[in-house]
């Protein structure tokens, strides 16, 4: 499958546009979705040959799932299910429908496995994605869990941030099976300051008090909340970072989002953040560094340039509990999740 992907359909798809043969998958994957029994059928198939896991009081049925920024208004979680992704994170969504930053700004490096990006929160906002999941994948009766991405607006100030993540986790928490906060896109002028003590004690301990608030009312739970993190950050910084989420008691971190650094010789620069076969040193390094430096109490999801059954299982080994893959699935096919998965069960079964 992933041969007919590459010699047929990834050539046809690479003679167009980078974005606009995303919006053609897209409505490929729309389509799929649209056939909910085929997609319960083909999840089914692929939860057998995968290996479940709990994290979050959640089950997952494998550990790889759909990196954000794919599906970023909610549309094709039952096809990514279908296609073998243990969990989806869809996202980021904004208080407010956002156009994004001008065309082009999606860029496909293929020699590198890479892409460079600098979409900038395109969405249809957090309206729009609530409804849109009620309808069609609604919480409870899901074939994966569904983490949700929230970010800034872009018209909003740094200093007003913390009302708009609060505005998005109060319409999605009927939704959301797990919040993401992404302070870390290089793509929305300033949002990467919110990493830094000053915005972040403010937003983090705002997020948890909101969460434990609505749990108690409603009789229920409190949402899994994770944080999302830039690869671009000094140890020193992420030690930060993980001190305000251990006081805060969030529950656990996405390492890492694209890069701005570019490595040495890469071919062309465009504005953006770096994704890909470039990024994993890097994000692998910062799991590694998370894992030890919370001895391993504060659970991990690993993204970043994650490719093979080989990167997948080294962001395993580094400290990750979940991985998540995003480039890699442009430039490997839809059935890649599947064979990443199938490949972390085999590799699990060694170990026993
Ligand atoms: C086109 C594109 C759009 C992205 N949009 C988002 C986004 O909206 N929110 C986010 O948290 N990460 C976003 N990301 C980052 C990915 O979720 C992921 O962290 C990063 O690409 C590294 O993983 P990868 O090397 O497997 O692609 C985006 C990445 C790409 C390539």
Same mark, same amino acid.
Request: charged fraction near 15%.
């Given at each position: 499958m992933g041969l007919l992907y590459e010699k047929i359909l990834r050539p046809a798809f690479f003679r167009m546009e980078p974005e606009t043969a995303h919006d053609r998958g897209k409505t490929a994957l729309m389509a799929l979705s649209a056939v909910p029994p085929l997609c319960s059928l083909m999840a089914r198939y692929n939860r057998e040959s995968a290996r479940p896991f709990e994290l979050f009081g959640l089950e997952f049925p494998n550990r790889v799932g759909l990196a954000a920024g794919m599906d970023k208004d909610g549309e094709f979680p039952r096809a990514a299910a279908a296609l073998g992704f243990g969990h989806v994170e869809v996202? $980021?969504? $904004?208080?407010t429908a956002q156009p994004g930053n !001008?065309? !082009?700004r999606l860029f496909r490096f293929p020699e590198e496995g890479a892409l460079i990006n600098r979409m900038g929160f395109n969405n249809k906002g957090v309206d729009a994605m609530a409804t849109r999941l009620a309808k069609h994948f609604p919480r409870g009766k899901r074939l994966i869990p569904v983490g949700v991405n929230i970010g800034k607006s872009k018209a909003t100030a740094l200093d007003k941030a913390v009302q708009d993540y609060i505005t998005c986790f109060r319409r999605l928490a009927g939704q959301a099976d797990y919040f993401t906060i992404n302070v &870390? &896109?290089?793509? $929305? @002028?300033? /949002?990467?300051? /919110? @990493?830094t003590k000053a915005y972040l004690a403010e937003l983090l301990s705002s997020l948890r008090s909101e969460n434990v608030k609505l749990a108690k009312k409603l009789g229920h739970r409190e949402h899994p909340m994770l944080l999302k993190i830039a690869p671009d950050l000094t140890f020193a910084e992420i030690d930060l970072v993980l001190e305000l989420l251990l006081e805060n008691k969030f529950s656990g971190i996405v390492a890492t989002n694209t890069t701005t650094e570019r490595p040495e010789g890469f071919p062309r620069d465009e504005k953006g953040g770096l994704s890909g076969l470039p990024l994993h040193r890097r994000s692998r390094g910062i799991i590694n560094y998370i894992h030890k430096a919370t001895e391993g109490k504060l659970p991990i999801i690993g993204v970043g340039g994650i490719d093979s059954p080989e990167s997948a299982g080294a962001s395993i080994d580094a400290g990750a509990s979940l991985v998540q893959i995003y480039t890699s699935w442009v430039y490997r096919g839809p059935f890649h999740a599947a064979k990443l998965a199938r490949s972390l069960k085999a590799r699990e079964e060694v170990w026993i």
């Open positions: 996202g $980021t969504v $904004t208080a !001008p065309r !082009p &870390s &896109s290089p793509n $929305t @002028q300033g /949002l990467r300051e /919110l @990493q």
